[in-house]
C-alpha cells in the first residue's frame, strides 16, 4: 500500500496550489480519505476529510473552510486538496492519510491505517 503525494511549492500569499495523492490501495472505495499538515515545531493537524464516496461528505478544520476542497476521483484512485488564498501560516509539510473509517479521519487519528509521505507547502507573505 502507498499513498503518494504531490503538488507543493512554493507560492505567495493569495495564491493557490492543488494538492494529489495517489493511492495504491486494493479498494479506494472502501476508504474515507484526508490531508493533515505539520508546521514547523508542531504537531501534525487535521484539515480536510472526505468520505468514500467521490462527491460525497466532506469536512475541514475550521482555519480552511471556505479557501479549500477536498475532492476524490475514485475512478484514479487519487484525492486532492484545492487550496485557494493562501495564507503564511498554511506553510507545512501536507500528508494525505486513508482508512476504513471516517471518524478515524476526522477524530481518532492515531488509528489511521495509512499515511502518504508528505509534501511541502510554503507560503510566502
Known amino acids: 500500500v502507498q499513498l503518494q503525494a504531490s503538488g507543493g511549492g512554493l507560492v505567495q500569499a493569495g495564491d493557490s496550489l492543488r494538492l494529489s495523492c495517489a493511492a495504491s490501495?486494493?479498494?479506494?472505495?472502501?476508504?474515507?480519505m484526508g490531508w493533515f499538515r505539520q508546521a514547523p515545531g508542531k504537531e501534525r493537524k487535521f484539515v480536510a476529510a472526505?468520505?468514500?464516496?467521490?462527491?460525497?461528505?466532506?469536512y475541514y478544520t475550521d482555519s480552511v473552510k471556505g479557501r479549500f476542497t477536498i475532492s476524490r476521483d475514485n475512478a484514479k484512485n487519487t484525492v486532492y486538496l484545492q487550496m485557494n488564498s493562501l495564507k503564511a501560516e498554511d506553510t507545512a509539510v501536507y500528508y494525505c492519510?486513508?482508512?476504513?473509517?471516517?471518524?478515524?479521519?476526522?477524530?481518532?487519528?492515531?488509528?489511521?491505517?495509512?499515511w502518504g509521505q508528505g509534501t511541502l507547502v510554503t507560503v510566502s507573505s
Open positions: 492519510a486513508a482508512d476504513k473509517t471516517f471518524h478515524n479521519i476526522v477524530v481518532e487519528n492515531s488509528r489511521i491505517g495509512y
Open positions: 490501495l486494493p479498494a479506494f472505495t472502501d476508504y474515507a
Open positions: 472526505i468520505i468514500r464516496r467521490s462527491g460525497g461528505s466532506t
